[in-house]
C-alpha cells in the first residue's frame, strides 16, 4: 500500500519532464507500481486532497516582468463573494485571503497580475476595482522589483 504522505511530498518536489513515464519513475522511489500511483492520484483528486497539477511558470524568463501583486481591504462578509470574482479574472493567477496585522497592516485579500506592459497590467487592476466596485483607497498595488527564487509549493 502506498503512503500518502510520501507519495504527497514526492509529487509536490514535481514529476520528470525527461521521461514520457513520470509516474513510473515516482513507483520506482516507493516500490510500487505505475498503476498503483496513479490509482492513488486519482484517489487523492476524488477527495479533493490534491487539487490540481500545474508546472512553476517563470515569469520573467517569458518576458512577464512586470508582476503586481495588489493588496484590498475587504469587509469579512464580502470576502469569500469577492475572492472568487476575483479569481474569475483569466489573467490573475492567484488570490488568497491573509489575516491582517491591526495598526500595521490592515489588507486581507491579495491578487497576483502577470504581465510584460505595467500600463496593461495596470489597466487590468483597474478594470477588476471598477467593476467590483473596489474603492481605490482600500488598495495598494505592489510591483515586484527583483525575482529571488520561484518554486511550486512543497510539502
Avoid at 509516474?23 to 490534491?50: C, D, G, Y
Avoid at 470576502?79 to 472568487?84: A, L
Amino acid at each position: 500500500m502506498i503512503d500518502e504522505k510520501t507519495l504527497v511530498s514526492l509529487l509536490s518536489k514535481g514529476i520528470s519532464l525527461d521521461t514520457n513515464r513520470p509516474f513510473q519513475q515516482l513507483a520506482e522511489k516507493i516500490n510500487s507500481t505505475e498503476e498503483e500511483v496513479m490509482e492513488k492520484i486519482r484517489h487523492l483528486l476524488q477527495l479533493k486532497k490534491i487539487k490540481r497539477f500545474g508546472a512553476v511558470v517563470l515569469n520573467r524568463s517569458l518576458g512577464r516582468n512586470q508582476n503586481a501583486m495588489v493588496t484590498l481591504k475587504i469587509n469579512e462578509k464580502d470576502m469569500t463573494e469577492t475572492g472568487e470574482r476575483i479569481s474569475a479574472y483569466e489573467y490573475v493567477t492567484l488570490c488568497y485571503e491573509r489575516k491582517p496585522v491591526p495598526g500595521v497592516w490592515d489588507f486581507n485579500l491579495y491578487f497576483m497580475v502577470h504581465g510584460s506592459e505595467r500600463d496593461v497590467v495596470m489597466a487590468q487592476i483597474e478594470t477588476i476595482l471598477k467593476e467590483l466596485k473596489i474603492d481605490r483607497s482600500q488598495c495598494e498595488i505592489l510591483f515586484s522589483t527583483k525575482c529571488f527564487k520561484q518554486k511550486g509549493a512543497s510539502y
